[in-house]
């Protein structure tokens, strides 16, 4: 009997030992395993900083494997156990026509020594992590995502696109579509209609079109400061290496522009005039002024092709107290009319101005892109727009970089 207990004995202490021994075995599991994930979780965020760094390192012409190896550094993580690969962007993952386009892969392997794991035989745990970035170049786009009519009003109820109620004009937009910061309208259907693949949009409610495209916040123009942020800089306000040529009188029934950029203080003396532009610009400095060319006169000819105001046919200042219909006084109000003596092109940007668009009953289109405050029509010949990207302004957009996974 005694023999029997001595030996119950030495068995329940093997057990206990091994119970001790498992015990301590799923506390390292636990506690290494818990060390592991937070080591995981850092290199990880080593890796993203890294690939983020490498891009931007990019996209500034420095060299992109320094500036990814001294980020993995910082965080604790040797070159030699950092990896940093590169591949072209795939086709259509960046914005069209940039170029030199590239994914960065950053490869951190992180090797963490055990404590407790080290009874059951695991000394170290591996992670391997990666993160890759997506840096796009440089490219040329037109203004506002290449619509051909742009209302920048951003009120939800005074529309800054209005095709007008009463009367029987149409318009005819090929090459590009309608954007209105707030709300557009069309009295029906038919009034307005596109090429396939063109619509109307607008960040509030755009209605009674034929294609439409509803509450594109994401489209929202910030104004003034986006507009303001691309105005070219004003050539007539005397500071050094201004480049504004004075305002030209009218000759009989027409002015001419040629050659240069052009400073108009007073916008009225050309009101039932044919203003023909020859590789010219005009900068609009005056705040009030109302070309309704009742009678005769209108715009045509082409803008400047070179320098800072290349492909704009007329820009007209800023006013902080913008137009708020086409009857405004005190306002930029602009009668917008093609004339039989061409057509026109180049891009009008007059961010505070309202712009009523009455076409010509030849049916001869323009070539340009209106953006203006207030955008509309309230005649009775149908406007003819035939928007070409590159007949316009077009701006050098920043390169863009993103972590991708």
């Known amino acids: 009997m005694k023999k029997e207990q001595k030996s119950e004995r030495g068995q329940a202490l093997i057990l206990i030992v091994f119970a ?9 599991l636990t506690v ?142 090929k090459g590009g579509g309608i954007f209105s910061n707030g709300c557009a309208f069309s009295k029906n259907g038919n009034s307005v209609t596109f090429d396939p693949g063109y619509c109307a949009s607008a960040v509030g409610t755009a209605s009674n079109f034929s294609c439409s495209n509803n509450n594109q916040t994401s489209q929202k123009i910030n104004y003034p400061a986006d507009v303001l942020a691309i105005m070219p800089p004003n050539p007539c306000d005397g500071t050094p290496g201004d480049v504004g040529l004075p305002q030209p009188s009218p000759s009989g029934g027409s002015v001419t522009l040629s050659n240069g950029i052009y400073c108009i203080s007073d916008f009225d003396a050309y009101d039932q005039k044919d203003i023909i532009l020859d590789n010219a610009t005009m900068y609009v400095t005056d705040m009030d002024f109302k070309l309704k060319f009742a009678g005769g006169g209108g715009f045509s000819g082409t803008p400047t092709t070179s320098g800072v105001y290349n492909s704009y046919y007329m820009i007209v200042a800023y006013d902080a107290t913008p137009c708020t219909s086409f009857t405004s006084n005190n306002a930029q109000v602009v009668q917008w009319r093609g004339n039989g003596l061409g057509t026109l092109y180049g891009t009008v940007l007059a961010p505070s101005a309202c712009i009523d668009y009455r076409g010509n009953a030849d049916g001869t289109a323009i070539n340009s892109q209106l953006i203006g405050y207030n955008v509309s029509s309230n005649g009775t010949a149908d406007v003819f727009v035939s928007y070409k990207a590159n007949e316009n302004r077009r701006d050098p957009q920043p390169p863009t970089i993103s972590l991708i996974e």
Not at 21 to 26: F, T
Not at 110 to 127: E, K, L, P, Q, Y
């Open 32 to 173: 290494d395993g818990g060390l592991a994930y937070s080591d995981r979780r850092h290199a990880q965020n080593a890796a993203d900083t890294a690939a983020y760094a490498a891009a931007l390192a990019k996209v500034k012409g420095n060299d992109l494997n320094a500036a990814g190896l001294d980020v993995a550094e910082d965080n604790g993580y040797a070159s030699s156990n950092v990896v940093i690969t590169t591949a072209a962007s795939p086709s259509g993952t960046c914005p069209a026509g940039s170029s030199n386009n590239l994914d960065i892969t950053v490869t951190i392997t992180s090797v963490m020594n055990t404590s407790f794991a080290r009874v059951v035989g695991i000394d170290t745990m591996t992670n391997v992590v990666s993160a890759t970035s997506r840096a796009c170049g440089t490219y040329i786009a037109p203004l506002f995502n290449g619509n051909a009519i742009v209302g920048l009003n951003p009120s939800l109820t005074d529309c800054g696109f209005d095709s007008g109620n009463s009367n029987s004009a149409k318009w005819i937009v």
């Open 20 to 28: 001790i021994i498992g015990l301590i075995g799923i506390t390292g």
